[in-house]
Nanobody, 122 residues
Framework: QVQLVESGGGLVQAGGSLRLSCAVS????????MGWFRQAPGKEREFVTA????????YYADSLKGRFTISRDNTKNTMYLQMNSLKPEDTAVYYC???????????????RGQGTQVTVSS
C-alpha cells in the first residue's frame, strides 16, 4: 500500500506562486511513477505532470509546461509541484497519485491523496 498526503494549497492572486508537497509512505517507490492531477468543479480529472521516481524523468501536460515544475526528494520521500505565474483557470483541487511504472494511469486503480485546494483570484 502507498499512502499519499498533500499539503501547500491555498489562496493566491493571479501571477503568484505556490508549492505543493506530497508526502509518501508505505513502500519504496523505485518501480513507481508519481504524478499530480487536478479537478475543477464540474470538470473531469486533468493530468498535470508526473515523475518517474527511480530515474526522475518527467512528463508535463503541454498546456502547463514552463509554469509548473515537478520534483522529488528521495531522502524525504516527498514529491513537489512548483506552480508559477498562476492563473484563475488553475483553480482546482490538486491530487498527487502513484502508479506502477508499467501501468497506465487509472482513476480506479491509482493510489491517490485526499487533495489540496488551490484557488487563484483574479
Amino acid at each position: 500500500q502507498v499512502q499519499l498526503v498533500e499539503s501547500g494549497g491555498g489562496l493566491v492572486q493571479a501571477g503568484g506562486s505556490l508549492r505543493l508537497s506530497c508526502a509518501v509512505s508505505g513502500r519504496t517507490l523505485d518501480s513507481y511513477v508519481m504524478g499530480w492531477f487536478r479537478q475543477a468543479p464540474g470538470k473531469e480529472r486533468e493530468f498535470v505532470t508526473a515523475i518517474n521516481w527511480s530515474d526522475t524523468s518527467t512528463y508535463y501536460a503541454d498546456s502547463l509546461k514552463g509554469r509548473f515544475t515537478i520534483s522529488r526528494d528521495n531522502t524525504k520521500n516527498t514529491m513537489y509541484l512548483q506552480m508559477n505565474s498562476l492563473k484563475p483557470e488553475d483553480t482546482a483541487v490538486y491530487y498527487c497519485a502513484a502508479k506502477q511504472a508499467r501501468r497506465s494511469w487509472s482513476p480506479s486503480d491509482d493510489y491517490r491523496g485526499q487533495g489540496t485546494q488551490v484557488t487563484v483570484s483574479s
